[in-house]
């Protein structure tokens, strides 16, 4: 028992250390995205304030892959110190689901942190079309049995999981149109080949803005600050439906609490000051810390949540 004790007092020392001495040198976020998205800016900006917080440089690796799994498997394989962290988000939990066999486990591979934003996505029409409520798709698509079109970027992605639980909560016979990026996405609505299209905020403000094409409801349970007189999905009939995509830090399995803790502390500290939030918000995110319980238990009832929309989807595993 001595030596049992003895040795708990030195792992608790060493990580101690470890803590008083964190960060050594620059911490990197590696990103499942690409350049210029939505997850991308944020993290770029939480990066930027970060920096300021920890004394080192925060920067961001962009390692783009299906289904995250590049990132996500440099994380896990990484030193367990601090220093190299994964920007989880909703596609995360889904690629637990989606694919067959992954090179790190989605739950255990990996230590959570905080959650740093959350964003919904928008139901849109073509304004010259006469849909201009869910409640006008929803009477279109029961007296026009599986006529009626919903198009999305990717299959198995968040807009069109997110299009496939609008599908089977509202019980419509309606089908699934994907396409290649957004662009087309839209310019399918505009030529009324789809009748709706499901999309993340923030790239078609703009076509938003221009009215070019009309946006009937959002999939957030509140309503966008951006679009005060559009209603939520559930306000338009569809009681329950709410999909809200969100950004997260973790860090590899067994990096010592007191980092983890040191680097919750960082990131709550950083979404809380007025000039994210304002940065965030311009993008359509919400800016919001949590604890690391809080994030596990985000991750754990997606994972169930997304697995279970794919299986009513009959998505194949990739």
Known sequence: MRYFLLGVAGLLGANFALAQGFPSKPVRIVLPFGAGGVADITARVLAQKMTEGVGQQVLVENRPSAG??????????????????????????????????????????????????????????????????????????????????????????????????????????????????????????????????????????????????????????????GLPAVPTVAEGGIAGYEVASWNALSAPAKTPRPVIDRLNREVATAVSTVEVRDKLAALGVEARASTPDELQKLLVSEIARWGAVIERARIPRQ
Not at 69 to 97: C, R
Not at 138 to 167: C, D, H, M, V
Not at 176 to 186: E, L, Q, R
């Open 68 to 225: 995250g799994i590049v990132a996500a498997e440099a994380v896990a394989k990484a030193e367990p110190d601090g220093h190299t962290l994964l920007l989880l988000s909703n596609g995360t939990a889904v690629s637990a689901s989606l694919f067959k066999q992954l090179p790190y486990d989605t739950l255990t591979s990996f230590t959570p942190i905080s959650t740093v934003g959350f964003f919904g996505m928008v139901l849109l029409a073509n304004p010259d079309a006469k849909i201009a409520s869910i409640g006008d798709f929803l009477a279109f698509a029961k007296s026009n049995p599986g006529k009626a079109n919903i198009g999305t970027i990717t299959i198995g992605g968040t807009q069109n999981l997110a299009g496939e639980l609008f599908r089977s909560m509202s019980g419509v016979d309606a089908q699934m149109i994907p396409f290649k990026d957004t662009p087309s996405v839209i310019a399918a609505l505009r030529s009324n080949q789809i009748h709706l299209a499901v999309e993340f905020l923030a790239p078609v403000m703009g076509q938003i803005k221009a009215n070019t094409v009309r946006p009937i409801a959002v999939t957030a349970a509140r309503r966008y600050a």
